[in-house]
């Protein structure tokens, strides 16, 4: 109607309305809302030139949150050709993963081996826990052989996962703990730069694809098909220089990530302040 900015409405909407309606929907499989659900939703209505100058302040932020979520693509696109990059150096080794890592699964926990924090236990590392930093840990303080105890900075391979999420390989970075199945630790040799290798097996994805099993979301691979994977070996040096290179890009994106986080927040404080 004429006492509202189409945009105006949409960028609250767009904010407030979706938590709110969360809390409400109905159905599993197919969420949905009733009518009566939307028309009953409040929203504060200044006058109509506050309501545009409140859209031009709007529109400032997300235009930034636009442009880093463009550097984001093109820099994560520009990551996708990582091996060919390593493929154009000279005398570089295509190497057999299984020569240079040894591969070692962490313990099939069960249910009831299961213990909170109170047990004063080492805190065990489930796929979940390589999805999202903040899941929740459960704990075991019983004994479990040295080459499962997992330490910071320690390199580990998530061979059944979900897609772009958990499958492939991630550092550790957090305090001492114990693995659980369906995740190796990788133990390399000593002429290889465990960023580097992280790097490479990540990009050796694609191939390892070839060799999956599983649905489109949940995919596995086993030891021996991992293993056999070729990925290339240049000498520590030009793997020095190559993990720079990425570290570099990942700051950016890292660093673009969290101008988009906040122009969000102010987006959101100039909505909660009308």
Not at 87 to 101: A, Y
Not at 205 to 224: A, P, R
Request: glycine content about 6%; aromatic content about 8%; hydrophobic content about 35%.
């Amino acid at each position: 109607k004429d006492n509202a900015d189409i945009k105006f409405i949409y960028y609250y909407l767009s904010n407030k309305l979706k938590p709110v309606l969360e809390l409400q929907k109905l159905g599993n499989t197919m969420p949905y809302i009733k009518l009566g659900m939307l028309t009953d939703f409040a929203i504060p209505l200044p006058p109509i030139e506050i309501q545009k100058e409140i859209v031009e302040q709007i529109e400032v932020k997300q235009k930034a949150i636009e442009g880093a979520k463009q550097v984001i693509e093109n820099l994560e696109r520009e990551r996708r050709y990582f091996g060919q990059s390593l493929r154009k150096l000279e005398n570089v080794d295509m190497t057999e993963i299984g020569t240079i890592c040894n591969l070692i699964n962490g313990r099939a926990f069960k249910p009831e081996d299961w213990e909170d924090k109170t047990s004063g236990g080492l805190p065990i590392i489930r796929i979940q826990n390589l999805n999202n930093p903040n899941s929740d840990f459960n704990y075991y303080s019983g004994k479990v052989k040295d080459d499962i105890l997992i330490k910071n900075g320690d390199l580990l391979f998530s061979w059944s996962g979900s897609r772009g999420t958990s499958f492939g390989a991630h550092i550790w970075y957090g305090q001492d703990a114990i693995l659980n199945q369906h995740i190796f630790k990788v133990v390399h040799k000593e002429n290889i730069n465990r960023n580097y290798l992280y790097h490479a097996l990540n990009d050796a994805v694609n191939e390892i694809e070839q060799n999956l099993h599983g649905g489109v979301g949940l995919v596995h691979i086993t030891k021996g098909n991992l293993e056999k994977i070729k990925i290339p070996i240049p000498k520590i040096d030009d793997q020095l220089k190559i993990v720079s290179e990425v570290q570099e890009e990942l700051e950016v994106i890292e660093a673009n990530k969290k101008l988009i986080h906040l122009m969000q927040k102010k987006i959101e404080d100039v909505l909660s302040e009308i």
